[in-house]
């Protein structure tokens, strides 16, 4: 028997949840996925606009907490979610993306690095680059496009938030780019 629309459940799962964490499916793929709400946040709807938001059932979520509100069943449709973005690059300085009780290197260096003692001369450490980056959603500018899978390597999604992010000529210059926002997951639930 092929299930209709009505038999769907369409489930958000947020890009940023799901860029570190959370096993990869496809299309055709049993889920499982714990619920947070059964509403979309007036902050989805303002990222997405009110057409996408308005189909979204359930959001899941893997980091709050362990939600005993799920959806189980078979992925029968992906969909990626874009948006588009505008990378704005600001000067750390105390206060701002740096402690306030930080002082500014001179012009020309970096800030200093942060290290630990391993022991046995081996340090990890990080350095901070000169620039806070900020990536500022553009309203009603998301797109839906159909997708293999989540988190399934060589589909296409992961390059989405990549095209620009790493090369900036002038850093004082807004630039404006599509970045992954997350999936629609139709689940056929059992």
């Known amino acids: 028997m092929l ?3 009505e038999d769907m459940t369409r489930v958000w799962l947020s890009g940023w949840e799901w860029s570190c964490c959370g096993d990869s499916f496809a299309v055709g793929d049993d889920v ?4 947070e709400t059964r509403t979309p946040t007036p902050e989805l709807v303002d990222a997405l606009g009110a057409g996408i938001a308005a189909t979204i059932h359930a959001l899941e ?3 709050e907490s362990e939600f005993t509100d799920r959806v189980r069943g078979r992925a029968v449709a992906i969909h990626a979610v874009s948006q588009e973005v505008v990378e704005r690059r600001s000067l750390r300085r105390p206060g701002h993306g740096a402690p306030l009780t930080a002082t500014m290197p001179p012009d020309g260096e970096e800030w200093p690095m942060r290290r630990q003692d391993l022991g046995n001369g081996v340090f990890i450490g990080s350095r901070p680059s000169r620039y806070v980056i900020e990536h500022v959603p553009v309203p009603g500018s998301a797109l839906v496009a159909p ?6 390597p060589e589909s296409g999604e992961d390059q989405v938030s990549r095209t620009a992010a790493d090369t900036c000529s002038d850093p004082a210059v807004d630039r404006r780019m599509r970045s ?3 999936w629609l997951v139709d689940v056929e639930e059992r």
């Not at 997708?147 to 399934?152: L, S």
């Open 61 to 63: 979520s893997h980091h």
């Open 147 to 152: 997708a293999r899978g989540v988190r399934v």
């Open 3 to 5: 299930a209709t629309v």
């Open 32 to 35: 499982d996925f714990g619920i």
């Open 180 to 182: 992954l926002a997350g």
